[in-house]
T-cell receptor, first 112, second 112 residues
Framework: QKEVEQNSGPLSVPEGAIASLNCTYS??????FFWYRQYSGKSPELIMF????GDKEDGRFTAQLNKASQYVSLLIRDSQPSDSATYLC????????????FGEGTQLTVNP | DTGVSQNPRHKITKRGQNVTFRCDPI?????LYWYRQTLGQGPEFLTY????????KSRLLSDRFSAERPKGSFSTLEIQRTEQGDSAMYLC??????????FGPGTRLTVL
C-alpha cells in the first residue's frame, strides 16, 4: 500500500463546475496535510494546508480533512481553464520529522 | 524576488561526470529540503537541514549523493559519477520550523 494515494486521473470538468480531488494516507499519526498545484514543467506551488479535522476555505478552494477516515480532499469551485494542472497531495507523517510524503498527483483539465 | 532560488535551472551532463546544484532558501527560513521528481511521480524526499545540521537523509540518497549547508544559508547538492537513472528534476524547498514548505523552480538534470 502506498503511503499517500490520490485518485487516478486524468480528471476533466467543464468550466464553472466543481472539481473534487481526493487523497488517502496510511499513517494514522499524520498531522499536517498540504495541496500543491504543479503546472507542466514547473515546480509545485502550495495552495492549501490543513491541520485540523473539518473544512478550510480559501477563495475558490476548500480543503477537507477527516483523520478518522484518513482522508483529505480539495474542492475547487467555479473551475477555470487556468486551474488545469496536476494537484499533489502531501502529508507530514508523525514519525517522519519534517519531510513531506507526496502522492503521484491528479491531473485536472478544465474545459472551456 | 524573495522566493527560493535554484541554479542552474537546467544541466545536461555525460554519464560518469559530477554535478553540483545550488539552492538559496527564503532568507528567514531555517529549514531547507531537497526532493527529486521524475515524470508522472510526486516529489520524493532526499534530505533536509535545520540551519547547518543535516537532520535526515532518505534511503534514496546513495553514497554518490552529498548535500551541504555550511553556513545555514544556501545549500549544495552534489551527485558524483552520474548515472542515467539520476535524470530528474531536483527540487529545493524551505520552511520555518514545522511550517509550510515552499519550493524553488527546480534544476532539471539530464544524464546522457
Amino acid at each position: 500500500q502506498k503511503e499517500v494515494e490520490q485518485n487516478s486521473g486524468p480528471l476533466s470538468v467543464p468550466e464553472g463546475a466543481i472539481a473534487s480531488l481526493n487523497c488517502t494516507y496510511s499513517d494514522r499519526g499524520s498531522q499536517s496535510f498540504f495541496w500543491y498545484r504543479q503546472y507542466s514543467g514547473k515546480s509545485p506551488e502550495l495552495i492549501m494546508f490543513i491541520y485540523s479535522n473539518g473544512d478550510k476555505e480559501d477563495g475558490r478552494f476548500t480543503a477537507q480533512l477527516n483523520k478518522a477516515s484518513q482522508y483529505v480532499s480539495l474542492l475547487i469551485r467555479d473551475s477555470q481553464p487556468s486551474d488545469s494542472a496536476t494537484y499533489l497531495c502531501a502529508v507530514r507523517e508523525e514519525t517522519s520529522g519534517s519531510r513531506l510524503t507526496f502522492g503521484e498527483g491528479t491531473q485536472l483539465t478544465v474545459n472551456p | 524576488d524573495t522566493g527560493v532560488s535554484q541554479n542552474p535551472r537546467h544541466k545536461i551532463t555525460k554519464r560518469g561526470q559530477n554535478v553540483t546544484f545550488r539552492c538559496d532558501p527564503i532568507s528567514e527560513h531555517n529549514r531547507l529540503y531537497w526532493y527529486r521528481q521524475t515524470l508522472g511521480q510526486g516529489p520524493e524526499f532526499l534530505t533536509y537541514f535545520q540551519n547547518e545540521a543535516q537532520l535526515e537523509k532518505s534511503r534514496l540518497l546513495s553514497d554518490r549523493f552529498s548535500a551541504e549547508r555550511p553556513k545555514g544559508s544556501f545549500s549544495t547538492l552534489e551527485i558524483q559519477r552520474t548515472e542515467q537513472g539520476d535524470s530528474a528534476m531536483y527540487l529545493c524547498a524551505s520552511s520555518s520550523y514545522h511550517n509550510e514548505q515552499f519550493f524553488g523552480p527546480g534544476t532539471r538534470l539530464t544524464v546522457l
